[in-house]
Antibody, heavy 121, light 110 residues
Framework: QVLLQESGPGLVTPSETLSLTCAVS????????WSWIRKPPGRGLEWIGY???????KYSPSLKSRVTMSVDTSKNQVSLNLDSVTAADTAVYYC???????????????WGRGTTVAVSS | DIVVTQSPLSLSVIPGEPASISCRSS???????????LDWYLQKPGQSPQLLIY???NRASGVPDRFSGSGSGTDFTLKISRVEADDVGVYYC????????FGQGTKVEI
C-alpha cells in the first residue's frame, strides 16, 4: 500500500517561500505523476500542479509564476516550493499520486493526509 | 482556462432517496479519443478526498454501484441512486482536459 506523508513548517512568514516535502513509502516514485493540491479554510480544493518522476511539470496558470516542483528519486520524495506567500496561501496542502488503468488517462488515486500551513507574521 | 461550476453548493438528502449533483464546464470536455475528461471526488469529514468516478463515467475500484457519472459536452452529473449516511461530505468534480480545475464543491448532508 502506497502511503504519502507531507511535511514542512506549519507557519510561514509573508513574502517568504513555503517549502513542503512529500515522502512516498510502500512504492516507487518512478513512472508516476505526482500532484500538489490545497484546500484553503472555508473554500474548495485548488489544484497547484503536477510533476512526472522524470521532472516534467505542469502548473496551475494562477500559481505558475510562484510554484516550483521537484522530485528526488534517490529519496523517493517530491517537493513543493511556493514563493512570495501571502495570507491567501494559508491552506491544507495535499500530496497526491496520479494513477492510471491504461497509462493514458490519469486520475488521483492516492492522497496524503495533508499538512496545514498558515501564512502569518 | 477551463472554469468548472457545480450546483447545488449544498444538498440535504434523505437516506434511501436518490440525489444528484451537476457540474458544468466553460468548454467541452470531450477529448479527441472520444472520452470525457472529468473526474468526481468525495471528501468525507476529517478525511482526504477519494476518487469516485474517472473519465466521465468510470467507477473507481471499490466504489459502490450506487454512484454513477453521466453527461456530455459541458454538462455532467453525479448520481447517487440510494443515499446512505456514509455518503455525507463534499463532492467535487474536476476537469482534466487542460491541466486540472476543481469545481467549488457540493456539501451533502443528511
Amino acid at each position: 500500500q502506497v502511503l504519502l506523508q507531507e511535511s514542512g513548517p506549519g507557519l510561514v512568514t509573508p513574502s517568504e517561500t513555503l517549502s513542503l516535502t512529500c515522502a512516498v513509502s510502500g512504492g516507487s516514485i518512478n513512472n508516476y505523476y505526482w500532484s500538489w493540491i490545497r484546500k484553503p479554510p472555508g473554500r474548495g480544493l485548488e489544484w497547484i500542479g503536477y510533476i512526472y518522476y522524470s521532472g516534467n511539470t505542469k502548473y496551475s496558470p494562477s500559481l505558475k509564476s510562484r510554484v516550483t516542483m521537484s522530485v528526488d528519486t534517490s529519496k523517493n520524495q517530491v517537493s513543493l516550493n511556493l514563493d512570495s506567500v501571502t495570507a491567501a496561501d494559508t491552506a491544507v496542502y495535499y500530496c497526491a499520486r496520479l494513477g492510471s488503468v491504461d497509462n493514458y488517462y490519469f486520475y488521483i488515486d492516492v492522497w496524503g493526509r495533508g499538512t496545514t500551513v498558515a501564512v502569518s507574521s | 482556462d477551463i472554469v468548472v461550476t457545480q450546483s447545488p453548493l449544498s444538498l440535504s438528502v434523505i437516506p434511501g432517496e436518490p440525489a444528484s449533483i451537476s457540474c458544468r464546464s466553460s468548454q467541452s470536455l470531450l477529448h479527441g479519443t472520444g472520452n470525457y475528461y472529468l473526474d468526481w471526488y468525495l471528501q468525507k469529514p476529517g478525511q482526504s478526498p477519494q476518487l469516485l468516478i474517472y473519465r466521465g463515467f468510470n467507477r473507481a475500484s471499490g466504489v459502490p454501484d450506487r454512484f454513477s457519472g453521466s453527461g456530455s459536452g459541458t454538462d455532467f452529473t453525479l448520481k447517487i441512486s440510494r443515499v446512505e449516511a456514509d455518503d455525507v461530505g463534499v463532492y467535487y468534480c474536476m476537469q482534466t482536459l487542460q491541466g486540472r480545475t476543481f469545481g467549488q464543491g457540493t456539501k451533502v448532508e443528511i
